[in-house]
């Protein structure tokens, strides 16, 4: 029970990086990022 809470809180401090990084990445343009060598 205890670490079912503690997984699913994990997933959530995850998923919340997740959504900080991509709103800071959408401030840049990403195509060429992908372009490089």
């Known amino acids: 029970m205890y670490g079912q809470d503690l997984s ?3 997933e959530e401090a995850q998923l919340q990086m ?3 990084y991509n709103a800071q990445m959408t401030k840049y343009p ?3 990022l992908l372009d490089r060598p």
């Open 18 to 20: 997740n959504a900080q």
């Open 8 to 10: 699913i809180q994990a």
């Open 30 to 32: 990403i195509i060429p």
